[in-house]
């Protein structure tokens, strides 16, 4: 496989003037969704453990989840949104260069996700391979995509978050069972040289902080056995405040790192689209970076936390609803485990 930018020109290319006039730039063409049909609403969730709706809606914002049904994967809902995302960009699948998948519940610990996606969608030209950077993964996939973009090595990619986090959730532990969804979002990013596109992105990790949230088991520290199973480590651990505070501080640093490399404020961002992990913490980081109601998009109350899918899926969501007008400015801020944090910022 070879990967070439059509548009380098080895005349032109060691012109400084030219060179700006070349400069690619790296443009979301599509976006897609796609989540399953099986919703598990709050009062659902208080016939299996001891909470109820009003304590999940005040704490958290959300109403509702889509749980995957037997015989759905994380490729399942990976490829749907895959498929629609190109359909929209127009792109064909034989046309992609790269196929990046941001997921901490891939169908198998390997082969990646993303080459059953590949394989789904008969890309036969492209390269695939996930990443694992928790609910920070999409904008993690973003990032590394555009500079793939940028540095002419690839001319078309997909950047997927996609989880079935479901099936790593303990159904008898009120602290998690409430929060997560499954689903997928996705995005075709173009080498371009309009000036819109992704403007920047910017990546963050301390891992000093790895066990707040995180799967215990089924890696090669508890392996998966019976005791693993019998200890319960196969499920998502997290501290869940501890968690919270540090993620409002984090991702309005990432929010701010963003706004200040491109010389903006708050004030010109049309849509703000956040980690849909909780209301609260989407509410505060609001406040500190002084946007209002309308900037702010919000669809957990519908989904829950979808991990690295909550973001594409906020986005297509946006986009399909016609929210998104050309040329506006959309922050993308997102906290995770690892711990993980980003942001990007684009010019529709
Ligand atoms: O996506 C990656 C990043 N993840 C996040 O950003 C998640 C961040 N954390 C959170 O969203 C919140 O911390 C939670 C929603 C997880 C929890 O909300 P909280 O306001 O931080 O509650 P808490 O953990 O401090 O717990 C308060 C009380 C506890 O009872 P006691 O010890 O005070 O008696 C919990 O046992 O709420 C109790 N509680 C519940 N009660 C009813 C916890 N979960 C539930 C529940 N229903 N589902």
């Known amino acids: 496989m070879r990967f070439t930018c059509n548009n380098w020109n080895p005349i032109k290319s060691w012109r400084p003037v030219k060179k700006v006039g070349l400069m690619v730039h790296a443009k979301i063409t599509g976006t897609g969704s796609a989540v399953p049909d099986k919703v598990l609403t709050n009062n659902d969730i208080e016939k299996l453990v001891d909470t109820s709706d009003e304590w999940i809606i005040t704490r958290t914002g959300i109403k509702q989840r889509h749980i995957a049904a037997e015989g759905e994967y994380t490729s399942t809902f990976a490829t749907r949104a ?81 989880e079935v986090l479901s099936r790593i959730v303990d159904w008898t532990d009120r602290n998690t069972c409430c929060l997560f969804g499954d689903g997928a979002g996705a995005v075709v990013v173009e080498a371009s040289e309009d000036e819109k596109g992704i403007l920047s992105t910017h990546i963050h990790s301390d891992g000093s902080y790895w066990d707040l949230l995180y799967q215990p088991g089924t890696g090669n520290r508890n392996p998966a056995v019976r005791k693993t199973l019998d200890e319960k480590l196969i499920y998502i651990n997290m501290q869940g405040n501890e968690v919270f505070k540090l993620a409002v501080r984090a991702m309005e640093e990432a929010a701010l790192e963003a706004l200040a490399a491109n010389n903006l404020s708050g004030s010109d961002i049309n849509i703000f689209i956040p980690h849909q992990a909780n209301r609260r913490i989407i509410d505060a980081i609001g406040k500190r970076l002084g946007l209002n109601g309308e900037q702010v998009f919000v669809n957990l109350e519908r989904y829950g936390n979808t991990s690295s899918a909550s973001i594409p899926l906020a986005l297509d969501e946006a986009n399909r609803s016609g929210k998104i007008k050309d040329d506006d400015i959309i922050l993308f801020d997102a906290f995770g485990g690892g711990l993980t944090w980003s942001s990007a910022l684009v010019r529709w």
């Open 82 to 162: 895959a498929e629609n995302a190109l359909q929209m960009a127009g792109v064909k699948p034989d046309e992609l260069d790269l196929i990046v998948l941001a997921t901490v519940t891939p169908d198998f610990p390997f082969p990646a996700t993303a080459c059953l996606v590949q394989n789904n969608l008969r890309a036969s030209k492209a390269a695939a391979f996930d990443i694992s950077a928790a609910c920070s993964g999409f904008l993690y996939g973003l990032a590394m995509v555009e500079k793939f973009i940028r540095t002419g090595a690839a001319r078309k990619a997909l950047v997927i978050g996609a």
